[in-house]
Nanobody
């Protein structure tokens, strides 16, 4: 059984910061494509950031320059640092991973569809008030 457990969400004022954590068990997180998604009520799920095979990162345009995805291999934990938060950043944040292939296989993590990320956490709520 593989588990991804998010934590660190909460309520902050616009301009504030939060750091989300995604603790993994069952697989070494560093070997796989991992990322963060978010979903606000009534809106489609949005990819926020991905951590790729060589520690490269990709970000949604809406969060570039404000969010940072990273990983602590010793803790087997994925992070999302969120700064300069805006009300439109509010939503449920999920971490996910594709444990069916290593991050260096095929054409890489950037080629994966959302559906390829088969392991998801339960989510952590982020609320940013104006």
């Amino acid at each position: 059984q593989v588990h991804l457990v998010e934590s660190g969400g909460g309520s902050v004022q616009a301009g504030g910061s939060l750091k989300l954590s995604c603790a993994a068990s069952g697989y070494r997180l560093s070997n796989y494509c991992v990322g963060w998604w978010r979903q606000a009520p009534g809106k489609e799920r949005e990819g926020v950031a991905r951590l790729l095979s060589n520690s490269r990162t990709t970000y949604a345009d809406s969060v570039k320059g404000r969010f940072t995805i990273s990983r602590d291999n010793a803790k087997n934990t994925l992070y999302l640092e969120m700064n300069s938060l805006k009300p439109e950043d509010s939503g449920m944040y999920f971490c996910a991973a594709d444990f069916t292939r290593t991050s260096w296989s095929g054409s890489g993590c950037i080629s994966l569809s959302d559906s390829d990320f088969g392991t998801w956490g339960q989510g952590t709520q982020v609320t940013v008030s104006a």
